[in-house]
């Protein structure tokens, strides 16, 4: 399993329904893909911690999940996520953070 993770940081003037927009589309640009697996996508919970790192906060944190890498890179030259990117990433300067990870790579504590 290849695990894709993007974290979304809002514009502070970018209105709430812009940002409930902006979920729904990535939301369905995900699904007319059809090639992933599974969809995770959820709001930053602040904490009073988030005081000392506002720099390093995030509004949003949404997981793909793959079977295998080919996958994953079809997804991400799809026509759909790249319009999802062109329309709110860019043009809004909403800022993005990625990681992609297997599962082989991944520690488990217990």
Known sequence: MIAHVVLYRYPETMSETDRERFRKELAEATRSTGVVE????????????????????????????????????????????????DAWVRRLGIGVAFANTADEEHEVWT
């Open 38 to 85: 599974r969809f995770t996508a959820g709001r930053h919970v602040p904490l009073p911690a988030d005081d000392a790192a506002t720099e390093s906060l995030y509004s949003v944190a949404a997981r793909w999940e793959f079977t295998d890498l080919e996958q994953l890179r079809a997804f991400s030259v799809h026509p759909a996520m790249s319009g999802v990117v």
